[in-house]
């Protein structure tokens, strides 16, 4: 498939995604109506940043998809110079929420630089990975520049801090490495040391070894640690098979934290109940499988690895967000992709699926 000779986009990934936006947009306005009215005095304030930034999405994605993913290969390194500038400036300038310093504040709008990043991540892995496709094999020359680079991004997060999107740029790494040609062997000797890095972090911060003892047994505490995952199951188990309506949730009224963002699922799971849930995922599901299917059938390395790395972190988020509202794994902060209140998560996550359409254009066929 030639520059030239251009393929229709990928229609079941852009229905959807509108489909993803357009019922995510509703349950941030569920989730968040009685919070917001109680905290300003607008039960529309979170419904209607949601909105505004799933148009900013909507044109950015249109703006990606019509743009050749190839000429996005020269911006990858003043992408990833930009991000590192920015991460340092929220060290220092950021806005700080629950003591963490995540946003910069431009223009009266928040921008999570670490969302940023994980497109800057991807876009610069893809890019330098198809032009060392040959050394990639070799550790010392091949995967440890690659650990370099996103040991940057994970300390600069982490001093945030925001252990859940710096562990997710780790994983990411080693999808898109696997996916590059590394030797099996080295990516296990990774995960051996990452899981014993992420259990010394998990050690030396109290807060994290709370969240990890409140996920064995959060019963134990149910006032303090275990109190978020209590709720949370609470509210799933209260939807039972249907749900219990729409808007008709009884955790949003301040029994849940965050359910606008981090556990919105859970909201989802207390509305709509068990078959709800399950067709939410069946959607996540469909926009995997054909983001997998771009990369398998993408004219060149790089658009392979560029397509999956965009749908590998969604998976990546997709998965830890749905784990944790179930209690599978300890909380974390990773909001559940184009659905989770977030504004610079949703119009970041939407342009980086007008890229995977764009390389959807020139897919090969069969």
Same mark, same amino acid.
């Given at each position: ?7 229709p ?6 229905l959807?995604?509108i ?7 509703i349950m941030?306005?569920s989730a ?7 905290r ?8 209607? =940043?949601? #909105? &505004?930034w799933?148009? &900013?999405?909507?044109i950015?994605m249109?703006f990606?998809?019509n743009?050749s993913?190839?000429k996005l ?16 400036a929220?060290l ?6 629950n ?8 223009g ?15 876009l610069?892995?893809a890019?330098?990975m198809?032009? =060392?496709?040959?050394k990639?094999k070799y550790?010392f020359k091949? &995967?440890v ?8 991004l ?13 562990? @997710? ?8 490495l696997?996916?590059?040609?590394? =030797? ?5 000797f990774?995960a &051996? #040391?990452g ?7 998990v050690?030396a911060a109290?807060?994290r070894?709370?969240?990890w ?9 149910p006032i303090?640690?275990?109190?978020q ?5 609470y509210?799933?188990?209260a ?9 008709? @949730? =009884? ?6 934290p ?9 909201i989802?799971g ?6 709800g @849930?399950?067709?939410?995922?069946l ?13 398998i ?5 790089f658009? #392979? ?6 749908i ?9 967000n749905i ?10 902060g990773?909001p ?23 390389i ?7």
């Open positions: 498939m030639t520059k030239k000779n251009k393929k986009i990928d229609y079941p990934i852009l959807t995604i489909i993803l936006v357009a019922f995510g947009t941030v306005f968040s109506f009685y919070y917001a009215q109680l300003w005095g607008d039960k529309y304030y979170f419904f209607r =940043r949601q #909105c &505004v799933a148009v &900013v999405g909507f950015a249109a990606t998809a743009f993913y190839w290969q020269k911006f990858s390194r003043l992408l990833m110079i930009i991000t590192i500038v920015l991460l340092i929220v220092v300038v950021g806005v700080e929420r003591n963490a310093k995540r946003w910069l504040s431009i009266g709008l928040s921008v999570q630089p670490a969302e940023i990043a994980k497109f800057s991540l991807i610069y892995l890019h330098s198809s032009l =060392r496709r040959d990639i550790f091949g &995967v520049p690659y650990l370099l680079i996103t040991g940057i994970f300390g600069l997060i982490m001093l945030q801090p925001n252990f859940s999107t710096a562990g @997710s740029l780790v994983l990411l790494s080693i999808v898109m696997f996916v590059a040609g590394a =030797r099996l062997w080295h990516l296990g990774l &051996v #040391c899981a014993s890095a992420a259990a010394a972090l050690m109290k807060y070894l709370e969240r003892m409140a996920f064995l047994d959060p019963w134990k505490d303090e640690t275990g109190y995952m209590i709720q949370s199951l509210s799933l188990g939807g039972g098979l249907f749900g219990m309506g729409l808007g008709e @949730s =009884r955790q949003k009224y301040l029994y849940i965050y359910p606008e963002t981090d556990f919105i699922y859970a989802i207390e509305e709509l109940g068990f078959i @849930s399950a067709i939410l995922i959607l996540f599901v469909i926009l995997i499988w054909r983001g997998l299917k771009i990369a059938t993408a004219p060149d390395l658009g #392979c690895l560029l397509a999956t790395g965009i590998g972190m969604i998976a990546i988020q997709t998965t830890i784990a944790v509202v179930t209690a599978s794994m300890p909380p974390t990773l559940l992709p184009f659905v989770s209140f977030g504004g610079s998560s949703l119009a970041i996550s939407m342009a980086s699926i007008g890229v995977l359409l764009n959807s254009r020139y897919a090969k066929t069969g």
